[in-house]
């Protein structure tokens, strides 16, 4: 009856004789262009996909304004459907063997826009007011060598902790952690918020319109920027014990 694709290799679009619906997850490409390879063919795609299809799913409304405001579809095109998480089923948690017992935690992918080097550097700051914090990672891969390189010489290789881990297990850091850090400068939606609100974690965001639109007042956030904001709201966190009970109910 109709065709939805789950990415955007337009393979198909001279031989689609059914309706086309396409799910685009955000416009980062498009908005930030400097932090993406010029070869790379995937505005292309995207931009063929959106100017083919019958129908777009954008899963936030500031994905649905990116939309508008680089392409020339019609608004009425679009549809704004949220991602979610189970939130009926009870949460399953697997402790990780040998995680610190304080830590700020860091998920997914630390390349370019993700914002993980001024966040390494706020934490630089912050660990050497706190010599027992340390900084736990996920996801993303193994930090490769120009990352380790880049945090020897903040001398934080050896505070910095990077796990593989399973759901559960991803849970349990989210649980555990003293707060979750997601210093990206863009995003589609965000669906790590989710699950560490699902968590019972205290949330630091970057001040993104994407990020104020799903987590609202239940985070805190800083500057995007601004690595300085960062470093005072980590200070906030730390050293009020009202607000991290506040920001975890």
Sequence with gaps: DLFHPTYYDPYYIPYLKRPLVITIH???????????WAEDSLTFNKRLNIERADKIIAISETTKRDLLQFSNVDSSKIEVIYHGIDIESPLKVKAVENAPETYILYVGDRSGFKNFYLFAMAFKVISEQYPELKLVLSGGGSLAIGEK?????????????????????????YQNCLAFVYPSLHEGF????????????LIILSDTPCFREVAEDAALYFESMNVDSLISTLQQVIQDSTLQRKMTL
């Design 149 to 173: 390189e880049f945090l020897r010489n903040l001398r934080l290789l050896d505070k910095v902790i990077h796990y593989n881990v399973e759901d559960q297990e991803l849970n349990a850091l």
């Design 190 to 201: 965000g669906l790590p918020i989710l699950e560490a609100f699902r968590a019972g974690c």
């Design 26 to 36: 955000d416009m980062t490409y498009e908005r930030l262009p400097e932090y993406f």
